[in-house]
């Protein structure tokens, strides 16, 4: 399988990394951009089994076995910030540039998986800095980031670039009608997804997630349309869970405000300039909210009681 065809509409990141690798001109480093659930750690997953393995053979004959487990490789690390903090810290990039200088235990190449690199702190993105800036021959980085406006300039401008971009819903209803019979189902899992192929294939594998989503995204419908202290005992309900299953039932607050989006565009009676603009402020608010969460130390239920109190 090509690395093109291990992804959903961003096939053209596969792509570039195929040619690099046909005609063994690679990056001693990449970063992968965009939203989450896009596929960017399953291409990176896949490029790594390319490069590790025999990657003349995966392409020639089918490619990337999916059911190998990549991620144990001894040439391959992977590093994201730890569960109780939001922030990789300078000590793990240290211990990076030690594995680094190492020479690969049995590939060509040891290759380093940074997840949510923007999530650096300066320390960390200034080390890390040094370590682009004298790159080694038989190391390759792969930085994943949905965000890159907080990953330092003179990181970037030395990375290639690979951006992953929001997915036609053409190819998601393409990839879900095999799967699914009914096409209200297929339109409320792309909804749901926020068009995301991450998402879909999750709620596809797991009937129970998907249910649960639709529930959350049930019950704050509800709350919004309340008073006041409804608002304020689903906010209450929401800061109690893991910060995942926050940011996951923020999306899902983003989901409900841009139906009011998409009602407003459909407006038989014109649409209203100051509706739209109240929709996409409220659409910033959760945006905020979100990044707050996940890049500072705010006090989670204080952020997300004023969010909700603000919508």
Do not use: W
């Not at 409320?188 to 998402?199: A, L, N, Q, T, V």
């Not at 309340?226 to 304020?232: G, Q």
């Amino acid at each position: 399988m090509l690395l093109k065809e291990t992804i959903i509409g961003n096939e053209r990141a596969g792509e570039i990394l195929e040619k690099g690798f046909k005609s063994d001109k690679l990056s001693h480093a990449y970063l992968f951009t965009g939203p989450e659930h896009l596929g960017k750690k399953t291409l990176a997953l896949n490029f790594c089994r390319l490069l590790l393995q025999d990657g003349s053979t995966a392409l020639r004959d089918n490619g990337a076995n999916n059911d190998d487990n990549i991620e144990n490789n001894l040439d391959l690390t992977i590093i994201s910030p730890d569960e109780d903090e939001k922030q990789i810290t300078i000590e793990k990039i240290r211990d990076l540039e030690k594995k680094m200088a190492l020479y690969p235990h049995s590939a060509k190449y040891k290759i380093t998986i940074i997840e949510q690199a923007e999530k650096m702190n300066k320390s960390a993105a200034n080390a890390l800095l040094k370590t682009l800036e004298e790159p080694s021959k038989t190391a390759i980085l792969i930085l994943l980031a949905s965000d890159s406006k907080n990953i330092l300039d003179t990181i970037k401008s030395r990375c290639q670039l690979i951006k992953f971009l929001p997915v036609r819903k053409s190819l998601l209803e393409d990839f879900l009608k095999n799967k699914i019979e009914s096409k209200e189902e297929i339109e409320k899992i792309i909804e749901m997804s926020g068009y995301r192929p991450g998402k879909i294939i999750e709620f596809v594998n797991d009937k129970n997630k998907f249910a649960e989503a639709k529930n959350n995204l049930n019950r704050i419908c509800d709350a919004l349309k309340n008073n006041e202290n409804a608002k304020l005992d689903e906010a209450e309900n929401i800061s109690k869970k893991e910060l995942n299953e926050i940011i996951s039932d923020l999306n899902l607050l983003i989901i409900y405000l841009r139906r009011f989006l998409i009602k407003e565009y459909k407006n038989s009676a014109g649409v209203s300039k100051s509706n739209l603009l109240k929709i996409k402020e409220r659409i910033e608010l959760v945006c905020r909210a979100k990044e707050n969460l996940l890049t500072k130390n705010v006090n989670t239920k204080l952020a997300v009681e004023n969010l909700f109190l603000n919508l």
